[in-house]
C-alpha cells in the first residue's frame, strides 16, 4: 500500500511565518542595542587617544593645547595631531596661511576617524567657510562650566580669557592649575553636529551646531563653539527649547541618555544627562574648589 506524504498547509505556514517574524521582532532591538554598545565603546577609545595624546602634548611642551590659536586660527584638536599619530599631516600644514587655501584646505578635508564619533550622523565630508570637503567633528573641548553664551555683552562669554575651564582661546594651562583635580575636571567631550539653522544669536546671525577639527576661518568670539563647549549648559541641549548659544555651547551626543567625556587626568566617563545642573557646571571648572565627582 502506497504511503502519501504529507505537505504543510496554509493555516501552518502562516503560523510559521508569524513566529518568525515575532522572533525577528524581539531580536532587531537586541541587535541594534549590541551595535550601539560596539560604537559607545569605540567612541570611548577614541577619546581615550585623545586623552592620552593631551599629556603628550603636556609632558612635550608643559602645558595643554589652547582651545583655539588666535593668530593661526587652530583648534586643540590640529595641536594635538603629533601626539595621536598624525605627524606626517601636521607636517604638510602652514600655520602662516589661512585654512581655506592649499595645504591647509586639504589638511581639513582628511577623514581623521579619531575626531568622529562612530554613532555620528554627520555628513563625511561638507563645504564650508569656503573649505572644500571638510570634515565635521564630534568633540569639544571645555573651556568653561559656567558660560552660557558665546555671542552678545553679557560675560562670561565662552572661550573668554578669563574662563574658568582647561581650554579657552590661547590657552596654555597647566596640570598645576588644575586646583579642582584632574580626576574631577573635564576636559573634552562629545558634541553634535546639526549642519541646518538652530536660532538667531545676539549678534543677529543664525547659527549652525558646526563643530570642526584642525583649523577654521572662524572660531572666535560667537563661533567659540566650533571647537569648545561649556558644561554651563545642559547635556544635549539641542533638544531643550533654550537659546541658540546653549544649543551650541553643549556637549552632547547619539547615545542613549548621555555623553562621554575626557577627564583631565585623561579617563573616560559616561554622564548621564539628568545628572544634577550644578554638579555638571563644576565639572566643567578647573579652579572653583568644588567638592564634586563622577561616580
Request: aromatic letters at 8%; a negative charge; one cysteine or more.
Amino acid at each position: 500500500m502506497l504511503s502519501r506524504k504529507r505537505g504543510y498547509t496554509l493555516v501552518e505556514s502562516l503560523v510559521a511565518i508569524a513566529i518568525i517574524g515575532v522572533l525577528v521582532a524581539l531580536l532587531l532591538p537586541a541587535v541594534q542595542s549590541a551595535r550601539e554598545s560596539a560604537r559607545r565603546a569605540q567612541c570611548m577609545s577614541q577619546l581615550r587617544q585623545m586623552g592620552i595624546g593631551m599629556h603628550h602634548y603636556h609632558d612635550a611642551l608643559g602645558t595643554f593645547p589652547p582651545g583655539i590659536c588666535s593668530s593661526s586660527r587652530t583648534f586643540w584638536s590640529g595641536f594635538l595631531l603629533p601626539y595621536v599619530e598624525q605627524q606626517p599631516l601636521f607636517d604638510t600644514i602652514d600655520f602662516s596661511q589661512p585654512w581655506d587655501v592649499g595645504a591647509n584646505a586639504l589638511a581639513c578635508a582628511v577623514y581623521l576617524p579619531i575626531y568622529r564619533c562612530p554613532s555620528s550622523t554627520a555628513p563625511r565630508h561638507i563645504t564650508a567657510q569656503g573649505i572644500d570637503n571638510r570634515v565635521p567633528s564630534d568633540y569639544l573641548a571645555c573651556t568653561s562650566g559656567t558660560a552660557t553664551r558665546e555671542s552678545g555683552d553679557s560675560w562670561p562669554l565662552a572661550g573668554s580669557a578669563d574662563s574658568d575651564g582647561i581650554f579657552y582661546v590661547d590657552s596654555a594651562t597647566r596640570v598645576a592649575e588644575i586646583i579642582d583635580g584632574v580626576s574631577m575636571t573635564i576636559a573634552l567631550g562629545e558634541a553634535m553636529f546639526i549642519y541646518q539653522t538652530m536660532g538667531i544669536d545676539h549678534t543677529g546671525f543664525p547659527q549652525y551646531l558646526d563643530r570642526w577639527y584642525i583649523g577654521t576661518l572662524e572660531g572666535l568670539d560667537n563661533e567659540v563653539s566650533e571647537g569648545m563647549g561649556s558644561t554651563g549648559v545642559a547635556i544635549n541641549s539641542h533638544k531643550l527649547d533654550v537659546f541658540v548659544d546653549e544649543k551650541e555651547l553643549s556637549f552632547g551626543s547619539h547615545h542613549p541618555s548621555g555623553v562621554q567625556v575626557v577627564m583631565a587626568d585623561g579617563s573616560v566617563r559616561f554622564v548621564a544627562e539628568s545628572i544634577d545642573r550644578r554638579i555638571w557646571s563644576a565639572l566643567g571648572t578647573r579652579n572653583g574648589r568644588e567638592l564634586v565627582g563622577l561616580p
